[in-house]
């Protein structure tokens, strides 16, 4: 469906335009994100790397450190399995990392080009009615509105019914991470080991707040987006054609009230106060955890 898109829009020079400024946006912020993600994995295990000619000096019997707190069934301080142990993990947690941001960049490139397409179906809808008293409204322009419009609508569906299961578990796991690492930065402070624990783990903390982030704002800018097509229908001189063209836009008017979105599980919409709303649980546990503690 994107590659049909961009094919059609090669026809007129502000739909390619638009669709440029679009990929070119998403492009440096995927880079940025991927960027983010792979020196919050450098900084994680920077305590371990850095420190690992100092730990390779200690005896075989003393337990090494590891970037990821795991049991293993073998001796695990020997120097060559010591080394490739840490390297295995280092390589694990960067996948990972790449694969939880290659989520978020595909969200954002979805939802980027929804905006391109609305806003140039917003440039189509000024171009039906473009003069003030005008009865003759072009039908061609019309029917292309009218499918353009079905077709984000199919799109965003679909973005929908693959990310609100991801939504569902990114809004109860990135709560729970948010709390433990904050609850460990809060804990570190007056330590000995205080700048390390901050080092190690404040990228961390900022990654999982950006992919929250992310998603929040994905949903509040499509439901932002959604709106415009309304607002430039009836802002367009539909009420002075005839009355049969007019129906025409009544009911492009009528079904854009319906707001695009993405829902976590089918249960509530991501939003900005949504994203507010994780931050706040996240501190609230924490003030439970240090209460605990």
């Known amino acids: ?32 994100t ?10 994680y295990s920077s305590d371990v790397l850095v420190n690992r000619l100092d730990v390779s000096r200690t005896s075989n ?15 695990s301080n020997k120097r060559f399995v010591y080394e490739s142990l840490i390297i295995m993990q280092f390589l694990q947690l960067w996948s990972c990392s790449c694969t939880i941001g290659t989520i978020n960049i595909l969200l954002i490139i979805l939802i980027l080009h929804v905006s391109g397409q609305i806003e140039i179906l917003c440039e189509w809808l000024v171009e039906v009615y473009p003069m003030e008293r005008s009865r003759d409204p072009n039908l061609i322009v019309i029917r292309k509105v009218i499918k353009t419009h079905q077709k984000i609508i199919t799109f965003s ?19 729970l991470i948010i709390c433990c690492l904050g609850f460990i930065i809060v804990v570190s402070v007056g330590t000995l ?47 002075e054609s005839n009355f049969k063209d007019s129906r025409v836009m009544l009911l492009l008017i009528m079904r854009s009230q319906n707001q695009l979105t993405i829902t976590i599980g089918k249960v509530m919409n991501l939003s900005l106060e949504r994203f507010s709303s994780i931050v706040k649980a996240s501190a609230s546990y924490i003030s439970v955890l240090l209460a605990i503690y």
């Not at 059609?8 to 070119?24: G, I, L, V, W, Y």
């Not at 003393?62 to 069934?73: D, F, H, S, V």
């Open 34 to 43: 991927m960027a983010f993600y792979s020196t919050a994995v450098i900084f």
């Open 193 to 239: 080991s205080a700048t390390k624990i901050i080092i190690s783990t404040f990228l961390f903390y900022i990654a999982m707040n950006l992919e929250a982030f992310i998603f929040c704002f994905a949903g509040e800018y499509l439901s932002a987006k959604s709106k415009t097509v309304g607002n430039a229908a009836y802002d367009s001189f539909w009420y």
């Open 157 to 175: 569906q679909y973005i929908e019914d693959l990310y609100s299961g991801i939504a569902m578990a990114l809004f109860v796991s990135d709560t």
């Open 1 to 32: 469906m994107m590659a049909v898109d961009w094919e059609k829009c090669s026809s007129t020079e502000f739909n390619m335009f638009t669709m440029k400024c679009k990929a070119k946006l998403s492009q440096r912020l995927a880079n940025l």
């Open 61 to 75: 019997t003393t337990a090494r450190p590891l970037i990821l707190k795991m049991e293993i069934p073998f001796d």
